[in-house]
């Protein structure tokens, strides 16, 4: 039996190798196909959709043929660096002149961004893997993209983050975060007049997998302003702020302040049916009924983040889809629940001239069956209908009774107009807050929200978090306190906690009941699916330890340098790796445990620990968090020439004798250890050159001098100097990029 066995595991693993490499092939443009390609034809749809009317009869045709064409290419170079010119020129002169082939057409800067640092290229992703031509062009993005200088995203995907109006100073949260695009492009906004601004960016995901790759996506942008936590959007806690000075000596037991965020962007989970274009498998597979069941879900997402909106605060809702199921009925259900005198609906026509868009509508249809026959015009018809008793739809599904809603003023994206992928965005402001405080008495109050409290604690039980008892009660309102700041965050109504029963309903929980006062019954046991993380700490001067002396002693750290921003994972000892936060992002981590608020990533890594090599130094620089500390440094800084460093760029490591005579003096001066390379290149320089002053981090060993950085980035800096990476160095290893698509949101949860 056991041979047996045995014979019919080797025959199943020679079979996946054969399918993975079929697969393989066709994926590389092969002779071989693995798959079939799906029909681009799908009755419901198009009937569906004309029933609705969002496409003007005489551009139906249009429409149509659009979203069976192959998506342009479209990426985002990084703009708050001064590199953005730089490498354009670099691109168009490298890859786009001299002999290349005329059926390639070059990329044209994206007119409506401002700034023009979006690019689109009438090619799809097939096409630039498989063209020859185009290799090294493919090339260059990939490393690019491994550098954080380009962002490979979908057009429609960058118009939510710019109607934000990001400033900063602004607390920024992005409710449903992966992959992380947009929240990169809410990180360069903040940062667009300073490594260090004073506000803060929260990137959120309920999946903790997808919270790991968004964190992988996001360092490269090297923020300090930048929190990752990993929460159901729906319940997604309140967070502890200190408690200021004069309130702390005043009573006997303060309650601590909460964060309230001067913009929210709510990117919801959908069902994508506007990313046709790429995700050919909607194609197969869509139905009308699949928007009515994540309507509850998208509706109590943004009911949960206006919860959490600032009094004059702005706020983005957003999807993937062209229903209005999943759009005008989730903004007309948030109006109608909060109330016309609180919310406001922002006029954005004038926004990002020479975008093509169409207004949203007033009224649609809802429909029940999967041939998209039975529709309905109101929650009255459809109840006065003998429709089978097990369809249920909830009223919030249908147009608004009321005329004053302006959902006119909502933006949908058509992927004919601009040649893109579709898009629907809503911009909302915050005029008053909403609270339960407003209804009830403070004893009402404090029972509500225990109730809720009990309502997230069994939601989260339900997932099978905390398995080992040690995740506490997360918060779903404010806890009682005074103060318009605070009643912004709490839940007008509390009692059954919509947004909880919404989550549970979706994920496979039992629906709660609390009658008579009854509280939640007891939830089963399930495995555990994520977060066993330890807590950041901040390290102190004196706890500091190596940490503190290569800073202080060896790299001559200024006082300038706040040494309480660097913190480390609590289990390491005296930390294998160092990050450096704001002070915003500080009082965050040090008032919210992980019992509260689970922090995946905080900060940007500046400082690794390096096994002992006769070096003095016990920490080496990361380059990725290299512009935050040099500014502070005195020592271990060797300014180098333009020739000097395209050298060290191309051989990555030179003996002492080599090197040239200024350089191997100063070298003489520096111990065994990490270093940094400083240089100012020219400003005119053939080719695109003069990026501006950079540094690389280095090592000096006994007999050679390396550069310490990745190949992407030699190749990245070789650019900068005004050479061609590809005529000097061998073909890179293409790397892996997590792509960052609208696609990962389809049907997963907040």
């Known amino acids: ?89 670099r691109m168009l002169s490298d890859y786009f002149e001299g002999d290349t082939p005329a059926a390639c057409p070059r990329p044209q800067p994206v007119q409506w961004y401002p700034g023009q640092i979006a690019w689109q290229h009438a090619i799809s992703r097939a096409e630039i893997r498989s063209n020859p031509a185009l290799a090294k062009y493919h090339q260059f993005l990939l490393g690019e993209a491994e550098c954080g200088n380009v962002v490979r995203q979908e057009l429609v995907s960058m118009i939510p983050p710019l109607l934000l109006d990001v400033q900063p100073e602004h607390a920024v949260l992005d409710m449903c975060a992966s992959p992380g695009s947009k929240t990169h492009q809410l990180i360069e906004l903040l940062h667009r007049d300073s490594l260090t601004p004073p506000g803060v960016v929260v990137a959120n995901d309920s999946s903790n997998p997808r919270c790991y790759t968004m964190t992988h996506n996001l360092k490269r942008h090297a923020s300090p302003c930048l929190v990752v936590t990993n929460h159901n959007g729906v319940i997604f806690p309140n967070i502890h702020l200190p408690i200021p000075a004069a309130a702390a000596g005043s009573a006997a037991d303060p309650q601590p302040p909460l964060l309230v965020y001067d913009r929210v962007l709510c990117d919801v989970p959908c069902t994508g049916d506007a990313t046709l274009r790429k995700n ?9 009924k699949n928007a009515n069941s994540l309507h509850r879900l998208q509706l109590a997402i943004l009911k949960r983040a206006l919860h959490l909106l600032k009094v004059g605060g702005r706020l983005v809702y957003s999807t993937c889809s062209f229903n209005p199921v999943e759009n005008e009925a989730v903004i007309a259900a948030a109006l109608t629940h909060f109330g016309e005198d609180n919310l406001r609906i922002e006029d954005v026509s004038a926004c990002l001239p020479g975008l093509k868009r169409c207004a949203g509508v007033r009224s649609w249809k809802v429909c029940v069956d999967e041939s998209a026959r039975s529709e309905f015009e109101s929650y009255a018809q459809f109840k006065s209908s003998d429709c089978p008793p097990h369809i249920k739809l909830q ?74 008892g040690a995740a506490a009660e997360e918060e779903v309102v404010a806890p009682g306190l005074d103060g318009d700041e605070n009643e912004d965050i709490g839940d007008d109504d509390c009692t059954a906690g919509e947004d909880v029963q919404a989550a549970e309903e979706l994920e496979g929980a039992e629906g709660l009941s609390f009658e008579s006062g009854a ?127 395209k050298q060290l760029l191309i051989q990555e490591a030179i003996v002492f004798d080599k090197l040239e005579p200024e350089c191997r003096l100063q070298l003489q001066y520096i111990s065994v250890g990490s270093l940094v390379l400083q240089l100012t290149p020219p400003t005119e ?54 792509h960052n698509d609208t696609a990962d949101k389809i049907n997963s949860n907040s």
């Open 280 to 288: 050919l498998a909607i194609w197969r597979r869509w139905q009308c």
């Open 519 to 645: 509280g939640p019954p007891p939830a089963k046991a399930g495995r555990f699916v994520g977060f066993k993380e330890d807590p950041f700490v901040f390290i102190t001067e004196e706890e500091g330890g190596a940490a503190v002396e290569t800073l202080k002693h060896h790299f001559g750290a200024a006082h300038s340098l706040r040494l309480d921003l660097l913190l480390k994972r609590q289990s390491c000892g005296s930390g294998k790796r160092l990050y450096m936060t704001s002070e915003r992002v500080k009082h965050i981590v040090e008032n919210n445990d992980n019992s509260r608020v689970k922090i995946i990533h905080a900060g940007t890594m500046v400082l690794e620990r390096r096994p002992m090599d006769g070096s003095e130094l016990q920490y080496r620089l990361v380059q990725d968090g290299l512009p935050l500390l040099l500014p502070h440094l005195t020592k271990r800084v060797l300014p180098v020439s333009n020739g000097q460093m």
């Open 1 to 89: 039996i056991l041979l047996l066995n045995r014979g019919m595991g080797r025959k199943k693993c020679k079979k996946q190798r054969q399918q993975q490499q079929q697969r393989s092939t066709a994926w590389s443009g092969g002779a071989a196909t693995a798959y079939e390609e799906s029909p681009k034809e799908n009755d419901q749809f198009e009937r569906y959709y004309k029933l609705q009317g969002i496409v003007p009869e005489d551009e139906w045709d249009a429409f149509m043929h659009s979203l069976r064409q192959a998506l342009p290419l479209a990426f985002r170079l990084v703009g708050y660096r001064n590199k953005s010119q730089l490498l354009s020129a």
């Open 685 to 738: 320089q053939p080719g695109g050159g003069g990026g501006g002053t950079f540094a690389i981090c280095a090592w000096k060993g006994n007999q050679a001098l390396r550069i310490y950085i990745k190949d992407a980035e030699r190749r990245h800096f070789l650019r900068v100097c005004g050479v061609n990476p590809d005529s000097e160095l061998p073909a890179p290893k293409l790397p892996t990029i997590h």
């Open 395 to 468: 009223p919030t599904l249908f147009p608004p009774v009321s005329s004053t809603l302006n959902l006119n003023r909502c933006v949908r994206i058509l992927p004919h107009h601009n040649d893109s992928g579709g898009f629907f965005v809503a911009v909302l402001t915050k005029l008053h807050h909403f609270s339960a405080r407003k209804n009830g008495t403070a004893a009402a109050t404090r029972a509500a929200d225990s109730t809720c409290e009990a309502a997230a604690a069994n939601a989260r039980q339900s997932q099978g978090e905390g398995r080992d």
